[in-house]
């Protein structure tokens, strides 16, 4: 039987805020546990809860970049349960009226060797708290307790289930974790957990339309962890069906080391939470005004780039899509360009999405971290363009740059004067050259002169490797055939 694969993701998202989301105490990462639970966090009785405005701005600004519905009033409700690290025994959330709703992420993979696009609805994307932090593993038969986190602002961003593969479950996430972070309401940081996945995965038999039972894989905090994680459970649902037996609702962890997922609980649904409005809190009431002034600060967005990339620059579309995964990675080649000028933006665009992109992955460093600047990477380009350097010699010189960690903007000419890498141009040096491979190497001048085209090539990475790679390739080729039709 075939089966098709159906995913929906809840992503928490963790806003960029200095405060929590009702309470004025602090959200940075890393502080000694229960530092910085203030008695609101804490849920002392007599306490009430403080909306924080710059949370709300941040998921307006996120609905805004997706498409979605702002809701002109949206309602609080506590969410039911319990668990150690959850002082009040509810959580503060959304449920019947969220603060976003609907809108649609686009991103880009590879499918069969081939780049596709698709866009996936969301069906929400809702502003609530977070949870404290159990800590299992530092204390000798017992459980410790960090409520640091309590009431840390997230909005959970959740998908209609119209992913099909791992692979679209990975690009859709990456794609989400790149726009929080290129809108500036997220810091991405998934080693910390700003950016959490929880993957509800069923199958059905290929062609029919009623959903299977939905297992839901909670807090993924890597996108190899999430391929991983879907692969294990489409494969266990499918070979539980088939050796008849049933897939029971449920909420399972997993397992890295042992690659497997494995039941947390059976799972809940929302009657099972028990949510009823929060009395404490009302309704939170949103403004077209408040959305317009929103909307006047909001960067760029990706799409917009992507489009501008390709009207501006003439740029492929599957460049701009390449170049605008990150906003980082958008504005490095902006400034490359700016210095380099458009005629050679799609050589800037080679460079980025070759060299540059290969060496900060293997280096582990941003693209704004890297020690080649936009300025010495456009006049390395420029260099090339201008005939000074060739392809070959201009990948050595990238090494060099990215070894010498300079800031000098002029690094380049003075590279190239000090290892001697200048292109030989003049026509008596390459003459010289090509004599020399054309009677050291008859058997490929036969072959070629007899109609195998192809034998030149030979003849040319000879020319280059008696040059040391610096001859000026288009005139070597010239030469070479001018001398061969003789």
């Not at 996936?120 to 530092?138: F, I, Y």
């Not at 399972?252 to 799972?267: H, I």
């Amino acid at each position: 039987m075939e089966w098709e694969v159906v995913i929906g993701i809840e992503n928490h998202v963790q806003l960029t805020t200095a405060s929590k989301i009702f309470s004025g105490s602090p959200t940075t990462f890393g502080a000694e546990p229960n530092t910085q639970a203030s008695p609101v966090d804490l849920a002392l009785p007599g306490v009430l809860p403080v909306m924080n405005k710059q949370a709300v701005d941040r998921a307006i600004r996120f609905g805004l970049a997706v498409g979605a519905k702002i809701a002109p009033a949206s309602i609080f409700a506590r969410k039911n349960y319990f668990y150690p690290d959850l002082p009040k025994g509810y959580q503060i959330s959304q449920f019947e009226d969220p603060v976003v709703i609907g809108g649609a992420v686009t991103f880009g993979y590879e499918k069969d060797g081939e780049f596709v696009t698709k866009t996936v609805n969301l069906t929400r994307a809702h502003l609530e708290e977070d949870a404290g932090k159990s800590l299992h593993e530092d204390y000798a038969g017992m459980s410790g307790i960090d409520l640091n986190r309590a009431g840390t602002p997230l909005l959970e961003i959740v998908s209609e289930p119209e992913i099909r593969s791992a692979a679209e479950a990975v690009a859709y996430c990456k794609a989400l974790h790149s726009l929080v972070m290129w809108l500036g309401v997220c810091d991405g940081n998934m080693q910390e957990g700003s950016f959490r996945c929880d993957i509800n995965v069923s199958v059905r038999p290929k062609g029919q339309t009623e959903f299977g039972t939905r297992c839901e894989i909670k807090n993924l905090n890597s996108f190899r962890f999430i391929e991983e994680a879907v692969h294990v459970e489409v494969r266990r649902q499918i070979e539980l069906i088939e050796d008849g037996g049933k897939v029971v609702q449920a909420t399972r962890l997993y397992d890295p080391d042992r690659k497997e997922t494995r039941e947390m609980r059976s799972k809940e649904d929302a009657q099972d939470y028990r949510y009823f409005p929060d009395p404490d809190l009302p309704p939170l009431v949103i403004s077209n005004a408040w959305i317009e002034q929103v909307k006047g600060a909001m960067p760029e967005l990706p799409a917009a780039m992507r489009a501008r990339f390709v009207s501006e620059y003439a740029l492929p579309e599957y460049d701009s899509l390449v170049l605008t995964q990150s906003k980082a990675m958008a504005n490095y080649f902006v400034a490359v360009v700016d210095a380099a000028g458009r005629d050679n933006a799609k050589a800037a665009a080679n460079w980025l999405m070759g060299d540059v992109a290969s060496t900060v992955n293997r280096e582990g460093v941003d693209i704004a971290d890297a020690p080649v600047k936009p300025a010495q990477l456009a006049l390395m380009i420029k260099r090339i363009a201008d005939g000074t350097i060739n392809n070959k010699t201009a990948k050595e010189l990238f090494g060099d740059m990215w070894a010498a960690k300079s800031d000098d903007d002029n690094l380049v000419d003075a590279l190239i004067e000090s290892k001697g890498l200048k292109q030989i141009s003049d026509t008596g040096a390459l003459e010289a050259i090509v004599d020399e491979v054309l009677a050291n190497n008859a058997k490929s001048v036969e072959q070629y002169r007899a109609g195998k085209e192809a034998a030149i090539n030979a003849l040319i990475g000879q020319a280059m490797k008696a040059s040391r790679g610096k001859a000026n390739p288009a005139q070597l080729t010239e030469l070479l055939k001018a001398k061969l039709a003789a």
